[in-house]
């Protein structure tokens, strides 16, 4: 009772524009509550209560965050989080990119005999920690939601419990992920004891106070293994084995959904930690030069090898895989160059946006055409796709298109911004080896238009699956948006360039 008395009581509290600041991730997770215990009361279908529970505690969870990026920075609980624009901005992505996935799973679940309610529920666990990792301002706390977030992610992988593509994909994740997350603790704690802190300001405020004298070898190690974990955790080379393998036994909808979602929260919180170890601040240029070679390297070879493997892929699952790969390697160059460009560190969100657009639309017509078993996604299953399905061939076109970079396109805006910011940076060599990787990928995202436009009907036709309402609606959606980003990208570079004041 005398260890209660020395409580702090406005700890225990919640100002109006703290509860305000926290809406969207309390949407979140009262509708996760809700979704258990609806589920685990069987008053209807078992679908309907957690699916219904799910879409309308995401899209209010958007809502209000989308509200909050009109409203100034709050801290939050004694600075290990912040509600800013650049927080806000990634919690839409992430719910914009849950609901999608949603919804183009309801059928595909039932065409799976996979239909539980707790997928829903592990989707918003899910979305709830990328939430939380883009928001969070100290590691422990970025930690904890990375594992809320990786948890939920691990199971949704091994969800087709009755396949062994699914199961060793679920293992081999749940081994490399968990090797990750202790390097990366394993790196915080070093932090913390060089620093005696494990708040991102702290850290960078011994980095300024030590600029003149360098820093000590314990805090040298410990940011090298937080970054080596982010490394892993973004699937760059020489840490993106796991990915392919992941990719391919995963559920399609789950697929598309960590190649969005979980690809923009690693980078989310990467770049909040890769900002406090002092690079373009001209605090320590020792760490400097060393975080710019490794990635620099690193960036070369994620772009050469995810490109050169991807053109080998035939199952598309796969190909896009190391296309993911391959695009890491071209966010990496945005994170190169931030400092030393006009726009900073506005395209690589730019290029996140455009990415999880284009990407998700792709995704969800894989998860409309996949047969039995996410069958039917070979290259030789899409010939004569434009005779079958003429409208699904027109999206994907569109979709590769702007993987590929092809105007007018959002991929071929966001790599604009990119390589531009790049050059202002002179990383001249840099843009050159992206934009001839770029060429490479043409290849191979082309190959699957000559496949639908361009071949016969194979003898042996995948049996034609009538396409959701809700998937329609999701690709049309991303479609417009791949599209008007192209066309129109002035919004979402005005867009970008706010959410990364912040930081």
């Keep these: 009772m005398e260890a209660l008395k020395t409580i702090r009581p406005e700890l225990l509290t919640l100002a109006p524009d703290q509860l305000r600041a926290l809406s969207p991730y309390l949407f979140v997770f009262a509708g996760t509550l809700l979704a258990i215990l609806f589920s685990a009361a069987r008053v209807v279908k078992s679908r309907w209560p957690a699916f219904l529970i799910f879409i309308v505690s995401s899209i209010i969870g958007t809502v209000a965050a989308l509200v909050l990026l009109r409203e100034p920075p709050t801290l939050l609980f004694n600075g290990m989080m912040s509600s800013d624009a650049y927080a806000n901005s990634f919690c839409v992505i992430f719910l914009v990119s849950a609901i999608v996935t949603a919804a183009s799973s309801l059928k595909y679940l039932d065409n799976e005999e996979l239909q539980q309610p707790e997928y829903y529920v592990l989707i918003l666990f899910s979305a709830l920690g990328m939430m939380l990792m883009a928001s969070a301002l100290d590691l422990i706390v970025m930690f904890i939601a990375f594992e809320l977030m990786s948890l939920a992610v691990y199971m949704l992988v091994g969800f087709r419990r009755n396949d062994r593509r699914s199961n060793e994909a679920a293992m081999k994740y749940f081994i490399l992920g968990s090797a990750a997350s202790a390097v990366l603790l394993y790196g915080v704690a070093l932090l913390y004891g060089a620093t005696g802190s494990t708040s991102i300001r702290g850290i960078f405020a011994y980095l300024q106070a030590a600029s003149g004298q360098g820093v000590t070898p314990v805090f040298a190690i410990g940011a090298w293994f937080a970054v080596l974990g982010f490394l892993f955790k973004i699937a760059v080379v020489p840490f993106h084995m796991w990915m392919p393998d992941v990719y391919e036994g995963a559920p399609v909808p789950v697929t598309g959904f960590m190649t969005t979602g ?54 598309l699952k796969r190909m896009l895989a190391y296309s993911s790969i391959a695009h890491s390697g071209y966010i990496l160059v945005g994170m190169i160059a931030g400092p030393l460009s006009e726009q900073g560190y506005a395209p690589v969100f730019m290029y996140l946006t455009a990415y999880a657009v284009m990407n998700l639309g792709a995704f969800v017509i894989l998860t409309s055409l996949a047969a039995r078993n996410d069958g039917g996604l070979n290259l030789h299953d899409f010939s004569g796709l434009s005779r079958r399905h003429p409208w699904l061939a027109f999206s994907l076109a569109i979709f590769m298109f702007s993987l590929a970079g092809i105007p007018p396109t959002a991929g071929f805006s966001a790599k604009y911004v990119l390589f531009y910011s790049a050059i202002q940076a002179n990383e001249i060599p840099l843009v050159v080896i992206s934009v001839l990787c770029s060429l490479i990928s043409v290849y191979y995202y082309l190959r699957v238009l000559v496949y639908m436009y361009m071949r016969d009907t194979p003898d042996e036709v995948p049996v034609r699956r009538r396409v959701s309402v809700w998937s329609a609606a999701a690709i049309a959606a991303m479609v417009i948006l791949t599209l008007q980003i192209g066309v129109l990208p002035a919004r979402i570079v005005a867009a970008a360039k706010k959410a990364v004041t912040s930081l």
């Design 262 to 315: 979980l690809k923009a929260a690693a980078f989310a919180a990467f770049l909040r930690v890769f900002i406090a170890t002092g690079y373009g601040s001209g605090v320590s240029a020792v760490i400097q030069n060393h975080i710019h070679d490794i990635l620099w390297v690193s960036a070369v070879l994620t772009m050469v090898i995810g490109n050169v493997i991807a053109l080998t892929q035939t199952n």
